[in-house]
């Protein structure tokens, strides 16, 4: 089992930025890949950010890339997300997401990032 809590999220104006963590605890040498997703009132969940466990390789959807960035906190075994220029379309619930060698997927509780226009 592995547990995430994230932190980090809150209130900005459009242009501004935000800094999102994510804790890990438990079984933490199993995760192969780390990442974020959002999920925007009535729309799909949807991934932001992704980082492997062994070369820290990254990947980004077209919406946020240039302007998110993602990276391992080897300190608390978690994941930080970077956000700038960010816009009102980046209003969501964002996850913290973990995914092991044998494809058990785990959540974090989710945080809530407004950004005001």
């Known amino acids: 089992q592995v547990q995430l809590v994230e932190s980090g999220g809150g209130l900005v104006q459009a242009g501004g930025s935000l800094r999102l963590s994510c804790a890990a605890s438990?079984?933490?040498?199993?995760?192969?890949?780390m990442g974020w997703y959002r999920q925007a009132p009535g729309k799909q969940r949807e991934m932001v950010a992704s980082v492997t466990s062994d070369d820290g390789r990254t990947n980004y959807p077209d919406s946020v890339k240039g302007r998110f960035t993602i990276s391992r906190d080897n300190d608390n075994c978690g994941v930080h997300l970077r956000m700038n220029k960010l816009k009102p379309e980046d209003t969501a619930v964002y996850y913290c997401?973990?995914?092991?060698?044998?494809?058990?997927?785990?959540w974090g509780q989710g945080t809530q990032v407004t950004v005001s226009s």
């Open positions: 997401n973990a995914v092991n060698g044998i494809g058990d997927t785990y």
């Open positions: 438990g079984s933490i040498f199993s995760i192969n890949i």
